[in-house]
């Protein structure tokens, strides 16, 4: 049990306790290991370019986000306060000391609906890194009766390390809720067969939270009040966590208020969702406002997979990124990348979805979450590796450059878009600048890239040393 006054610390301990196993790391600098002979298949020009662009493109000015949150057309508009709200005065003391100054929009669209009573069901909308999980956070914590010691509210995740996540920031939004206590239903935890959770507040992986309520009957799912499912377009599209997310829902109080959120929702996904759902509010995005204009994308011709390596290494010898996350189809090739980089002589984390609980969490909370003030340098990793385990949620704020070293397809070999918008989401959160470059190995992943463009109906800019003015230009 978690006493969320106390969450903070334990988890650091927790953390801490976990740091056993790194799975690639070797804490060189690039400098150090660069070699000239290396690079020789790049172009200086090719190089300098990459360099500007990387330079360039992450500028942020400090004032942006209160600059967007006056322009109407920005996913950050907001023209309310968090007291317009009418949240419960524990609860706004917890949003301020996350620094939030006032709601998003995503925020003050849906909080009206999640709060109102009688309770409303939803299906909710927006773009990467828009605040759509405050959204849901402080719902969940507002209907939570804090005297009554069962569980109450529930949010059911994807992936382990979105679990987590999502649990720091009901934690840390919850921090001045001293009565209301948040229980894990993850991989890693366990729990005596009988007995029966109190905590108020579940965050879990379908599967766990399934078995908890059936096979080990500690977790009672007749008094829920308020399901959320994160990344809901995901658990209703794959077929086991649909299968587990149905089965869990059918335990559910036919009243208990179900909230849907995601950044996608294709047309199949959304009709399912209708059905499943009861009368919902539903809030939707226009196709072309799916794609955030903060975050740049480009895409650079590697005619090998050597040069797609060194193009990676001049990305990773860039001083101005803070962080990257590179992302592959397969953890096969995941991997033979982050082997060839630590040999190389670069550290890098390799998160692929492994069993090991352990090294997952090591590789993204100790390793390459940290922040600079709380860690040096020389133990962080400024690149993760990573395949699609990473693509959805994830929140770094320093993650500044997304890199797509395969293009995400389909089983039936098309562009996957969606996946595209969710793995680019990782960096350029709420408004900040971010940037995304593709890397383009011959016509199928030309063809790919050119889907994506007409999906979202935006242009993915070439990195063209012929045309150096042009991206000059577009990077000033
Ligand atoms: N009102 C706000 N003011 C300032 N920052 C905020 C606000 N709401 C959320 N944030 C911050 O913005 C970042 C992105 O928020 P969050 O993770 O909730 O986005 P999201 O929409 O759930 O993203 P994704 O679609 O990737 O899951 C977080 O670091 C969060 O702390």
Known sequence: MIDLGEAADLQEQELARQVKNVIIDCNKTTEQNENPEETKNISIADTALLQKVIRTGLVTSKNDVEVQRKDPNSPLYSVKSFEALHLKPNILKGVYSMGYNAPSKIQETALPALLADPPQNMIAQSQSGTGKTAAFVIAM????????????????????????QIGQVIEKIGRFCTDIHIRYAVTGENIPRGMKLTEQVIIGTPGKVFDWATKFRCLDLSKIRVCV???ADIMIDTQGLQDQSIRIHNLLPRRC????????????????AECLITNPNIIRLKREEESLGNIRQYYVNCSSQEIKYKAIAIIYSSASIGQAIIFFHTRK????????????????????????????ITVLERRFRRDLSEDSERFRNRVLITTNVAARGIDIEQVSLVVNFDLPVGVDGNADCETYLHRIGRTGRFGRNGLAINMVDGPKAYNTLKQIENHFDRKIIRLDTDNLEEVERLTE
């Open 333 to 360: 090739k995941a991997t033979w990348l982050a082997e060839k980089l630590t040999h190389d002589g670069h550290g890098v984390g390799l998160l692929s979805g492994e069993p090991n609980v352990d090294q997952r």
């Open 141 to 164: 914590l507002s209907r939570v009766e804090p005297s009554h010691k069962y569980p109450q509210v529930i949010c059911l995740s994807p992936t382990l390390e979105l679990a987590l």
């Open 257 to 272: 208020q179900m909230m849907l959120f995601s950044v996608t929702y294709n047309k199949d996904v959304m009709q399912f």
């Open 229 to 231: 499912l994160d990344e």
